[in-house]
C-alpha cells in the first residue's frame, strides 16, 4: 500500500538526468524540479536515474544533491534516494554510532523487513563499511540488548504462511510462564522472537492472547519506564502489527515539542513504497486528523514539500 505516486507514461531516464543537472546549475537551486522528479520515482526508477547520471556527467547523484542541499531537506531527499538495501545499511551504521537503550532503529530494520531485505542490506553495509553489521551491532550495545538485538539482525527468517498450531500453543505457554517469572531476557523467550516466521509468531501471540485473556505486550509493560521491556514491545509490534508500530512512531515525532524530523524522515523514506497509505490510514483513525495535514501543520518549505509528495499528497 503504497503512496508513492509515478507519473504514467513516465519520462526518459536521460530526460530525467538533464533536468536534475539543470536544476543544480547556475544560481540556487531549483528544489521543486527536484522534488518533481525524485519525489515521483520508485525505487528501480531512482536506481537507474544514479546510474544514467554517473555516466553520462561522471558525478554521483548523490555528491550533487549533498553538495546542493541543506538540513531536514537534504537528508530526506538522500535517504530517499539511496537504494533500500543501502539506506538501511546507512540507518543501522548510524544507529549503532549513536546508540543508546531508547534508540529501537536497529531492531526495526531488523523486525519490518522481509528475510531477503534484510539479507541485502547486511550485504550493502559489508560493501559500504567493510565489516558486519553485526559485529557492529555486537561492539556498540550492551547486556540484555545485545542479547536481544544480535540475533534479530542476524535473523533470516522462514516467510511462508505455514503454522505449527501445537507449537504456538507450546510457546505462548513458555513465554507466559518467563514473562510471569520477569525473566524478560531469557534464551527461549529471546529464541522465539528472533527466530520464528512472523505467521508463526502471530499464531503463538494469538494463543497467548486467547489462552492468557490478555495481549503479550500488556503483561511486557510491568515497568513503563524500563527501556528493555520498551524494546521488547515494539519487537512484538514490528513482527505482526509493523503499521502500528509506524503509526506511532510518526504521531510521536510529529506530537513533540518541536518535530523530531529524523523520526518522521526515517518513517516516510523507508515506508513510502511499502506501506504509507495503511500508517497514514492508522493514524487517521487515532488522531482524527490526515497525517499529510498533519505533516503540513508542523513542516516547512521544501522539506514540508517533499514529504507531502511522498505522502502522494495531492498538491506535492
Known amino acids: 500500500m503504497s ?3 509515478v507519473p504514467q507514461p513516465v519520462p526518459p531516464v536521460a530526460d530525467d538526468c538533464e533536468q536534475l543537472r539543470k536544476a543544480f546549475a547556475g544560481w540556487g537551486t531549483n528544489e521543486d524540479l527536484i522534488i518533481s522528479i525524485l519525489g515521483h520515482r520508485n525505487a528501480a526508477q531512482r536506481k537507474l536515474i544514479r546510474e544514467t547520471y554517473y555516466e553520462t556527467y561522471g558525478e554521483d547523484l548523490l555528491k ?3 553538495k546542493e542541499l541543506s ?4 537528508r530526506l531527499v538522500l535517504l530517499w534516494t539511496l537504494d533500500p538495501a543501502e539506506r538501511d545499511a546507512f540507518l543501522a551504521n548510524e544507529a549503532t554510532k549513536r546508540w543508546t537503550s531508547s534508540n529501537q532503529v536497529l531492531m526495526e530494520i ?3 523487513r522481509a528475510s531477503d531485505q534484510l539479507l541485502f542490506a547486511r550485504k550493502a553495509y559489508h560493501a559500504r563499511y567493510k ?3 553485526e559485529e557492529d551491532v555486537a561492539h556498540h550495545t550492551t547486556g540484555d540488548f545485545r542479547k536481544l538485538l544480535l540475533p534479530l539482525v542476524s535473523s533470516y527468517r522462514y516467510e511462508g504462511d505455514e503454522v505449527n498450531l501445537t507449537l504456538a500453543k507450546t510457546e505462548a505457554k513458555l513465554l507466559h510462564e518467563k514473562i510471569s517469572k520477569k525473566a524478560y531476557n531469557d534464551d527461549d523467550l529471546i529464541r522465539i522472537l528472533a527466530t520464528r516466521s512472523k505467521a508463526q509468531i502471530n499464531a503463538t501471540l494469538n494463543h497467548y492472547k486467547d489462552e492468557f485473556g490478555k495481549d503479550i505486550n500488556k503483561d511486557l509493560k510491568a515497568d513503563p519506564k524500563d527501556e528493555f521491556l520498551a524494546l521488547l514491545r515494539s519487537t512484538v509490534k514490528c513482527l505482526v502489527r509493523p503499521e502500528r508500530y509506524f503509526e506511532k512512531a510518526a504521531r510521536l515525532a510529529i506530537n513533540k515539542r518541536g518535530t523530531d524530523e529524523g523520526a518522521l524522515t526515517r518513517v516516510v523514506a523507508t515506508r513510502a513504497e511499502i506501506d504509507l497509505k495503511i500508517i497514514a490510514e492508522e493514524y487517521h483513525r487515532r488522531s482524527s486528523v490526515p497525517l499529510d495535514k ?3 501543520k508542523d513542516t516547512t518549505g521544501d522539506y514540508e514539500k517533499m514529504l507531502l509528495a511522498l505522502l502522494g499528497h495531492d498538491d506535492a
Open 3 to 5: 503512496t508513492l505516486r
Open 64 to 66: 550533487a544533491l549533498d
Open 71 to 74: 538540513n531536514d531537506f537534504e
Open 110 to 112: 531488523a523486525c519490518t
Open 131 to 133: 565489516k558486519s553489521l
Open 294 to 296: 498533519a505533516v503540513a
